[in-house]
């Protein structure tokens, strides 16, 4: 059993003896932490046990030492600011989220209640902070993403699909962070000489009509971007590229695990763990802006050996050998 697979079970494990983050817990003198996820409870269970696993490991007890609430935008995040809006009236003393349109929401509903974001895509460009190593404002975290993310994404289809021209890209258009590894794979496939076919989604229940757009624009394959809603309907996208026989590289190893061909990009999981560290300090009195950024220390690649086979594809040896985890 490999490393990631032993851990992966431990996660199981610890998710089968926390208490179940609830939506409305009994506030009391305790501090309150407040989580905004973009899917579903569902969906973002996983990540919530690995927050509440890290949280365990720097000495909480929900309901003894600190209180949790969270909201879900269930994959639509134009329900962000209503969301942050119901959480900033619970007085929380800091904020969770693994979203720019969380953040963006939370900053607009107050600017008082910091914000630990786990899955930051460009602070600076976006105003939240003057530096990744001094924030000085509002919000801090871990970055989700690399500017070359995209590039090594296509640079893996390539090398996997040899000859391959023409790459669909599903973005979220109420995403900043889709949007950003939109524009960075365009950057990237100009160098690669590859062409792309964007399909832009707002919702859900867009994502059955992109991929039948993906299949009569003749795409050879699909690269997806670091996107909570995606994330959240990661079991439907899977089953999509399936049907229309398209080899679909992803951001999150959920997605692999969940049946899509590869994946490469940091582990969510691990951020959200982390992200206790962050919330600890604050408790303890840290301001955000005192405190820095992370940068994501090892990006992992994932490949599902069975729906490699089912698509027809040999997995080079080359992209075998740097793998992270294979499912078979």
Known sequence: MSMRRREFITLLGVAAVWPTVGSSQPVGSRPLVACLLGGSSSASAVFLN?????MRELGYVEGRNFDIVSRYAEGDLTR????????????PKVFVTSTANGTLAIKRAT?????????INDPVASGWAA????PGGQVTGILVTLD?????QLDLLLKLMPGISRIGVLVNENNPASLGHRRNAE???????VSLLPVEVRLPSDID???SKFVRQRAQAVLLSTDAMILNERKHVVTLAAIAHLPTVYSFR????????????????QNWRRSAMYVDKILRGATAGELPMEFPTKLELLINLTTARALGLTVPQTILATADDLIN
Do not use: H
């Open 209 to 211: 009509a992109a991929f």
């Open 50 to 54: 690995s927050f509440a696993q890290g």
């Open 254 to 269: 959920e997605c692999v695990e969940d049946g899509g061909l590869i994946s490469y990009g940091v582990n969510l999981r």
């Open 148 to 152: 070359s993310l995209a590039g090594k």
């Open 111 to 119: 600017a008082s209640i910091p914000i630990v974001n786990l899955a």
């Open 131 to 134: 530096s990744e190593s001094r």
């Open 80 to 91: 962000m600011p209503a969301l942050a809006e119901e959480l900033v009236r619970l007085e």
């Open 187 to 193: 950057v990237a496939a100009t160098s690669l000489g």
